[in-house]
């Protein structure tokens, strides 16, 4: 890309309206495109720069997308402005900490496969990461040459969601990837995600006219060899930009009650409607879902599936005070079960 300005990489009244007066010039604006250990690559009007990180600036705190101020004669930050969306998810290990994954994108394009890639619990937590951060899903279904009805699979895709679209394409052709331009319009950001092999580096590449590494599938099976190794923001054909990411084995969910509300409001709504506030969706009288689930109206493994995300949810969202909690509580309900067991017996 050339001549870029502001409004090409994606700059608008979101982000103007946080800076003081003066404070354009003097430390102009500058949106990431690849995050380090101690430093950053941004770009700007005038080209791309190099910047280090203040003494109360972490990488871990930036993500690519983010818009940042620096000073032009340090090449230092020195603030980060507020993100209109964020990627997330919970990162590995005991505490209660986030991964970012990308800032300010408007479409989170969710790549799958019309064979054994396709998931729908997988899938069902990327359209609850876009719901949570307010980005709009929109389901990539490749390889549809390999089935006999790639409408199924739309149908399939869109019956997760009542906020989603499903399209079939075919990577390999630069004609089909025209399709994607709705969602590729100039300064617009589109974040790629999805298992590793189903084709989200060779949509990256018809897309920017990049030549990045491509693997095909693992023999013996349908899944793919990571391909993608880092994130980074890359100027497409016509306009837009997109986030690649390497392929995530695992998407853990804190803090997305909304989000899962969102993408399974068919459920939630129906949960206002039990007999009982505090429904467990089991055995109780009067639970609106499970006389759903017996009428045929709501599929079982959905209802599974949501019940996974929000205990998931709850656990992986609860500080530690909270966590206590709940330990001290399963404790009581334990004893009083042996004593009363006990209780019993000695009757």
Not at 157 to 184: F, G, K, N, Q
Not at 185 to 207: C, E, M, R, Y
Request: contains cysteine; charged residues 25%; neutral net charge.
């Amino acid at each position: 890309m050339t001549d870029l300005t502001l409004a090409a990489l994606g700059w608008s009244e979101d982000f103007q309206s946080q800076l003081d007066v003066g404070e354009f010039e003097a430390t102009p604006p500058a949106r990431l495109c690849d995050v380090h250990r101690d430093r950053v690559q941004a770009l700007t009007p005038d080209g791309e720069f190099t910047l280090t990180l203040p003494g109360d600036l972490q990488a871990g705190d930036l993500a690519v997308g983010d818009w940042v101020l620096f000073d032009p004669a340090e090449h230092r930050i020195t603030r980060a402005l507020e993100r209109r969306s964020i990627l997330r998810r919970r990162a590995a290990g005991t505490v209660l900490m986030h991964q970012l994954i990308a800032a300010n994108v408007d479409t989170l394009m969710i790549v799958t496969s019309c064979n054994a890639d396709f998931n729908p619990a997988r899938l069902e937590r990327y359209l609850t990461l876009a719901a949570s951060s307010d980005t709009t899903p929109l389901i990539v279904l490749t390889k549809a040459d390999l089935v006999d009805n790639g409408a199924e699979f739309i149908a399939r895709a869109e019956a997760l969601s009542p906020h989603v679209r499903a399209i079939t394409l075919d990577a390999r052709d630069p004609a089909a990837l025209a399709a994607l331009l709705p969602w590729l319009k100039p300064g617009a950001t589109v974040a790629l995600v999805g298992s590793s092999g189903v084709g989200k580096s060779t949509i990256l590449n018809g897309l920017t006219g990049e030549a990045s590494e491509t693997q095909g599938n693992r023999k013996g099976d349908s899944k793919g060899r990571h391909t993608t190794t880092a994130r980074s923001l890359r100027p497409t054909r016509s306009g837009a930009w997109l986030i690649d990411t390497p392929g995530m084995r695992s998407l853990g969910m804190s803090d997305s009650g909304d989000g899962i509300d969102r993408v399974f409001s068919d459920l939630t709504e129906l949960a206002t409607q039990c007999k009982f506030s505090d429904c467990a969706h089991q055995s109780e009288p009067g639970c609106a879902i499970q006389a759903a689930i017996k009428a045929g109206d709501v599929d079982p493994d959905r209802f599974r599936r949501w019940e996974k995300l929000l205990a998931e949810d709850r656990f992986n969202s609860e500080t530690p005070s909270e966590a206590r909690a709940r330990k001290r509580g399963f404790t009581k309900k334990v004893r009083s079960s042996v004593q009363g067991k006990r209780g019993r017996q000695g009757q």
